[in-house]
């Protein structure tokens, strides 16, 4: 096999910086090669070749959740089998498929090479490695279990991509018809309507109300077409940008729990989300005032975001984790009762495990029964908007028969 070309950035005896290429058959061999040449290595990847340079011309390849719930499991199984930290790192940074993933796992094993613990160098990646799973590495770094803590966060991971699954199929098919809709529409007021408009010109007479209505907002739309498609870019550019600043969440996520019939869908992913990442943060070790603070930040909703805070100060001040979450409508009595019920015993990580558990059954079921609702629904919507539309296109024709009888 084809020797591979490597590039790398080391340090020789005197502290000076060296870059330079090399070749090898794999990254470790890099390694052992730059120590036998009294070079300390600080950074090794694949040499930036031609062909590297066009697979990243459209930007870093971004690492998913599902990503990182794989590299967990794997990264545990290969720990309690009894390999070194180096040499799992070196294993799943040339078996994972994620260039990006891959790319910061080489970085993350020089960091340890070089003696910093891997919390550390998985915390100087914050884009691809988030505070809870550097949260509870470190904790399992500290109390000797870290194969048990990489579980427990792919085991978090799975359970939340499992989760996005299930509202990415409630939301699909409504968004989906919402928008054939839509274009069905503009494309009829744009193009079948004017041919039959011209076809009533030279009928002569009063067109019926339904038709002067089509007509006329066919007409508009020759105007509004362009500032819809002109809106439609600027709003999703908008929406990319600012969409999860403060102020912008501050509005939505209250108003996302109010929806009628997908507010409360939106509040049990919110409550089974929270549940689970508490669990698995104070399952692994973590202080209480961090957890509260990471599951905070990746609650995902503003509402929960603002519960936790009040809940932290709670806690300093010595009092129960459960009073605070009483006066938030977001938090059904049933959770705030089992949790109460859990500090009470000292199993509250077992107790959210289970709020954890409830919820995500509860949203199976209501994914469920809502696609099973919108779905003729949908079909419905979409048969009136079209149908009536063609009603008033044919309603000229029909007044004309009347007229030949």
Do not use: C
């Amino acid at each position: 096999m084809a020797a591979t070309q490597y590039a790398y950035k080391v340090k020789d005896t005197r502290g000076k910086l060296v870059e330079g290429k090399v070749e090898a058959d794999s990254e470790s061999a890099v390694a052992e090669k730059l120590k036998s040449m009294g070079y300390r290595p600080l950074e090794i990847k694949l040499a930036n070749t031609g062909l590297d340079r066009e697979f990243r011309f459209g930007g870093r390849q971004r690492v998913k959740l599902k990503d990182l719930a794989v590299f967990s499991r794997l990264f545990a199984t290969m720990i309690n089998a009894g390999l070194s930290m180096l040499r799992t790192l070196t294993i799943l940074a040339e078996q994972t498929e994620n260039r990006e993933l891959q790319r910061v796992l080489r970085l993350v094993k020089t960091d340890v090479e070089s003696g910093s613990s891997i919390s550390a160098a998985f915390a100087k990646h914050p884009r691809v490695f988030p505070p809870l799973m550097v949260s509870m590495v470190k904790a399992g770094e500290a109390g000797g279990f870290l194969d048990t803590s990489m579980r427990q966060i792919a085991d978090n991971y799975e359970a939340e991509v499992k989760l996005r699954g299930k509202i990415k199929a409630a939301m699909t098919y409504p968004v989906v018809v919402l928008i054939l809709a839509v274009v069905m529409v503009i494309g009829m007021l744009l193009f079948v309507v004017p041919v039959f408009e011209d076809m009533f010109a030279t009928l002569g007479g009063t067109l019926p109300l339904p038709t002067r209505i089509l007509v006329t907002l066919s007409g508009w739309m020759k105007f509004l077409a362009p500032l819809l498609a002109v809106f439609t870019v600027v709003g999703l550019w908008a929406w990319r940008k600012y969409g999860q600043t403060e102020q912008v969440r501050n509005v939505v996520d209250p108003l996302k729990l109010k929806i009628p019939v997908f507010g409360k869908l939106f509040q049990k992913v919110a409550l089974a989300r929270f549940a689970r990442t508490l669990s698995t943060l104070l399952k692994s070790g973590v202080p209480i005032l961090a957890a509260l603070e990471i599951t905070g930040d990746s609650a995902g909703n503003v509402v929960i975001s603002k519960a936790l805070t009040e809940v932290s100060e709670s806690v300093k001040a010595g009092e129960s984790i459960s009073g605070p979450l009483s006066t938030h409508a977001v938090f059904p009595s049933m959770v705030v009762h089992m949790m109460a019920s859990g500090e009470e015993t000292g199993a509250l990580d077992e107790m959210l495990g289970k709020i954890g558990e409830f919820y995500d059954q509860e949203v199976e079921a209501t994914t469920e029964s809502l696609t099973a609702l919108i779905e003729p629904l949908m079909i419905a919507f979409l048969g009136g908007v079209v149908g009536s539309m063609i009603v008033a296109l044919y309603l000229p024709i029909f007044k004309i028969f009347d007229l030949i009888q």
